[in-house]
């Protein structure tokens, strides 16, 4: 069964420094895998996936994410956080790799929270 | 560029009563989705349509229905609420097959409150 896991309630950065939100998947066949943000009281944003390709993946707001295979890991980065981007963000693979229509699996979220 | 469109956006019942919760997708969007996501807790997928047949199913109670009209819209209709209902209703779309096929857009959510 296709799960991803985000070891960290909670991230604390301070503005201006390199973000790093963890996110480790279990898979069977290729993994694809997104990341969304979530702000209070909004819908899910979509950020950025891996489908296939180059393991560093760009997306929205300057985030990226490294794929690596050998640590099963899919971790979210920004190189200089900003207060707005206090956010819940959660990783999530999809459950049915071979069907394009298949649901997205999500971790539990991760709170970021970036003090002026 | 236009987004997934939920209707209502707040909703209040009581136990034993019905919802109808109503999802536009994205325009030339063919694949809708639903996930229930529970107060503090992770979105979960309940059903999908593709072409207006069920796709998938997941943890949707058998209280709960839906479907998926001849302009894509859907809606799922949720009988004999209880408390446990309560939560944010998320709708997303995606065009199967097409250029970023594989990334679902969501709507800002149906917040349900069962009293």
């Known amino acids: 069964a296709q799960s991803v896991a985000q070891p960290e309630d909670q991230v604390n950065v301070a503005e201006g420094n390199p973000l790093t939100v963890k996110c480790t998947y279990s898979?069977?066949?290729?993994?694809?895998l997104f990341w969304y943000v979530q702000y209070p009281n909004r819908g899910l944003q979509f950020l950025l996936k891996?489908?296939?390709?180059?393991?560093l993946v760009k997306g929205s707001y300057g985030f990226e994410a490294e794929f690596n295979k050998s640590q099963t890991s899919f971790h979210l980065k920004k190189p200089s956080a900003l207060v707005s981007d206090s956010a819940l963000y959660f990783c999530a693979v999809r459950g049915l790799p071979e069907r394009s229509q298949g649901n997205l699996i999500f971790g539990k979220g991760t709170k970021l929270s970036v003090k002026p | 560029a236009a987004g997934v469109i939920q209707s209502p956006r707040h909703l209040i019942k009581e136990k034993r009563e019905t919802a109808t919760l109503k999802c536009y997708p994205i325009p030339r969007h063919d694949t809708v989705y639903w996930y229930q996501q529970g107060p503090g807790q992770d979105p979960q997928f309940l059903i999908s349509?593709?072409?207006?047949?069920?796709?998938d199913k997941g943890s949707i109670p058998d209280r709960f229905s839906a479907q998926q009209f001849s302009d894509y819209h859907s809606e799922l209709n949720m009988s004999s609420l209880e408390l446990g209902d309560s939560a944010l209703y998320f709708c997303?779309?995606?065009?199967?097959?097409?250029?970023?096929?594989?990334?679902?857009?969501f709507g800002p959510g149906t917040r349900l409150t069962v009293l």
């Open positions: 349509f593709y072409e207006k047949m069920q796709s």
């Open positions: 891996y489908i296939t390709g180059d393991n």
């Open positions: 898979v069977s066949g290729n993994p694809y």
């Open positions: 997303a779309s995606t065009l199967t097959g097409g250029v970023g096929t594989d990334t679902q857009y």
